[in-house]
């Protein structure tokens, strides 16, 4: 599979999911979780890809979420807005890719179990890639119950796989090139670094949020700019398509900011690696003092595992 040699739970996962690629319509559904790095992204975006159908989607938990509330607010004078929000998104689709399956959110938790009730109704198969098994979304034991229709329509419909290995592939030694990957951890001031004049609004959705600068090829913004503002992960979005690169400046420990801080940084990594925007930050820590006091919030195994793509730079 291009160059790499699989172990041989991926090459199990990568039979499990060509059995899908030869009969989409009648293979169930499959849901494949397991530990941060270990290739469930990787092997289930390349049979996706190699699926003989334009009858298919791909979305990534941050922008499908986006998507479905901006449709949701579009069709609010419908009986059904929400049904009519899903139907938007998944279209004609009868394969549908859902990467990062995650719920920590009880309102997310019950758009996801009518998204998925109205997906299996429709005969869609699905595929979703997790870093929590079934019986593990929606972790909290307050809000836990909320999720456990969507869980027994996961465990009903659709296949467990778990993807499982010592190695997070993402602590070797990487192509450093391009994307995500080309991006670096720094301690020193990087060039060309704006001058006050520079700083500037950028607005998403009749939203301004204040920056270091906004240049035809990059965007520069300090951590509180981007996350101890009030942000949403769909301006995350909708800048790491407008913008090929990204300086982030004055990156703190997670030790030094509050919880909703920590989580937007979270979600903002999450959206630059599915972006494959290269990324610049710049911190008085190093990345592995950084990456050690990150354990305590939901989801860092997942931030943690990204950010070892990165050079380190003094």
């Given at each position: 599979m291009n160059g790499f040699t699989l172990?041989?739970?991926?090459?199990?996962?990568?039979?499990?999911?060509?059995?899908?690629?030869?009969?989409?319509?009648?293979?169930?559904?499959?849901?494949?979780?397991?530990?941060?790095?270990?290739?469930?992204?990787?092997?289930?975006?390349?049979?996706?890809?190699?699926?003989?159908?334009?009858?298919?989607?791909?979305?990534?938990?941050?922008?499908?979420?986006?998507?479905?509330?901006?449709?949701?607010?579009?069709?609010?004078?419908?009986?059904?807005?929400?049904?009519?929000?899903?139907?938007?998104?998944?279209?004609?689709?009868?394969?549908?890719?859902?990467?990062?399956?995650?719920?920590?959110?009880?309102?997310?938790?019950?758009?996801?179990?009518?998204?998925?009730?109205?997906?299996?109704?429709?005969?869609?198969?699905?595929?979703?890639?997790?870093?929590?098994?079934?019986?593990?979304?929606?972790?909290?034991?307050?809000?836990?119950?909320?999720?456990?229709?969507?869980?027994?329509?996961?465990?009903?419909?659709?296949?467990?796989?778990?993807?499982?290995?010592?190695?997070?592939?993402?602590?070797?030694?990487?192509?450093?090139?391009?994307?995500?990957?080309?991006?670096?951890?720094?301690?020193?001031s990087p060039a060309r670094h704006p001058a006050p004049t520079e700083a500037t609004t950028i607005t998403v959705h009749d939203r301004q949020f204040s920056v270091l600068a906004s240049r035809p090829d990059s965007l520069w913004a300090s951590f509180a700019q981007l996350c101890e503002a009030p942000i949403a992960t769909i301006e995350y979005l909708e800048w790491a398509r407008v913008y090929p690169r990204w300086v982030v400046t004055e990156v703190p420990t997670f030790a030094a900011i509050g919880a909703p801080a920590q989580q937007r940084f979270i979600n903002m990594i999450d959206v630059l690696a599915d972006a494959d925007v290269p990324v610049t930050f710049v911190s008085p820590h190093t990345r592995d003092a950084f990456l050690a006091g990150t354990s305590g919030r939901p989801d860092a195994f997942r931030m943690v595992s990204r950010l070892q793509l990165l050079q380190s730079a003094a």
């Open positions: 172990d041989s739970g991926q090459r199990d996962l990568r039979d499990r999911l060509n059995d899908i690629a030869q009969d989409a319509d009648t293979t169930r559904s499959l849901y494949i979780h397991g530990p941060a790095g270990r290739g469930k992204t990787w092997i289930a975006n390349t049979t996706f890809e190699a699926l003989p159908t334009s009858r298919k989607a791909r979305v990534h938990f941050h922008g499908f979420l986006a998507a479905l509330h901006h449709s949701i607010h579009h069709h609010r004078s419908d009986e059904d807005a929400l049904g009519r929000a899903i139907d938007d998104i998944a279209g004609d689709s009868h394969v549908l890719f859902f990467d990062e399956f995650h719920v920590h959110d009880s309102g997310d938790a019950r758009l996801l179990t009518r998204l998925l009730d109205r997906l299996f109704r429709r005969g869609v198969t699905v595929i979703a890639t997790s870093n929590y098994a079934p019986d593990d979304l929606l972790p909290s034991p307050i809000w836990h119950h909320l999720f456990e229709p969507g869980i027994r329509l996961i465990k009903t419909n659709m296949d467990v796989f778990h993807l499982d290995g010592p190695t997070d592939y993402r602590t070797l030694p990487q192509d450093h090139s391009r994307g995500f990957a080309s991006g670096t951890w720094t301690t020193a």
